[in-house]
């Protein structure tokens, strides 16, 4: 394979989809593969980090699968030492992480919204912490995270809300403090996106009309959409975008419904 990213190891967070099918975090490993990319698989479970692996070795492609949880400390460090023992490089980290409780404020458990915050921010911050720590030494890098629009809706899972939020918040920051040494720090905005975590609430069609009406292209976007965007970020193509928070939500964030 051979592309845009040609030559470029990237650490893709939450590669795997449990459920079959293609999440957004497995469409996002296999198409910087397809640029030309070296890719760690990384996902907590152990099959769908292999399964995402081997479509990739399929193709031709480069990649490594790692069962981690980014919930630990230990296990980030290792995620970044695993990619530099196998592609002597760290260039691109893609923070797919992402739980979500659904609960509102008062059927909450506190230990609920620790758990929430800690995956979702706090595993964030832990990898791009390690990445960051090499990428500074070699003088470049790219960061990108997934967010979503529930970051300024309100929405009734008001962890899930405000975790977004802060990973927004986190973006900005380490792209203000990081940017001097050409590490850029971008978000994905996320949408409705038709992956196999969403569909059985689609499988309610009032649910499915009532979102499809909030989003002015008036559909759903594919996983590979949200790889195409994050594919770009991640090459030399935006080299001066660094403290985007990038929308693909076909323009649900400006939807009056």
């Known amino acids: 394979m051979s592309g845009r990213l040609q030559g470029r190891a990237v650490i893709v967070v939450g590669a795997g989809t449990r459920t079959g099918g293609t999440g957004n975090g497995k469409a996002c490993a296999i198409s910087y593969a397809r640029a030309g990319a ?13 399964a995402t692996a081997e479509e990739i ?40 992480v992402g739980v979500a409780v659904g609960h509102d404020l008062l059927s909450m458990s506190r230990k609920e919204w620790d758990w929430e915050l800690g995956v979702n921010v706090g595993g964030m911050f832990m990898m791009c912490r390690e990445a960051i720590a090499h990428m500074k030494n070699v003088g470049k ?7 979503s629009v529930a970051a ?3 929405l009734p899972d008001i962890a899930y809300v405000a975790s977004k939020g802060a990973v927004n918040s986190l973006t900005l920051c ?24 969403v569909r059985p609430a689609w499988k ?25 965007a994050a ?6 193509d935006a080299s001066y975008i660094n403290g985007a928070i990038l929308p ?8 009056n419904t």
Do not use: K, W
């Not at 980030?76 to 923070?95: K, Q």
């Not at 069609?205 to 976007?221: G, T």
């Not at 594919?231 to 030399?236: C, E, H, M, Q």
């Open 141 to 147: 890098g790219a960061i990108i995270n997934v967010s």
């Open 57 to 96: 070795l399929r193709e031709g492609g480069r990649a490594l699968p790692l069962c981690a949880d980014v919930n630990d400390e230990s296990a980030c460090r290792t995620i970044v030492e695993t990619c530099l023992s196998a592609f002597a490089a760290v260039d691109v980290l893609h923070n797919n």
């Open 204 to 228: 309610n069609e009032r649910v499915r009309q009532i979102n499809l009406r909030q989003v002015p292209m008036r559909r759903f976007a594919s996983p590979y959409e949200v790889a195409t």
């Open 248 to 255: 693909v939500d076909g323009g649900l964030c400006v939807s």
């Open 152 to 154: 300024s809706r309100p």
């Open 174 to 197: 380490l792209a203000s403090r990081y940017g001097r040494y050409n590490i850029r720090s971008n978000a994905l905005l996320l949408g409705y996106i038709d992956t196999p975590a």
């Open 38 to 50: 070296s890719v760690v698989c990384v996902d907590n479970d152990e099959q769908a980090a292999q």
């Open 231 to 236: 594919v770009f970020l991640a090459s030399d």
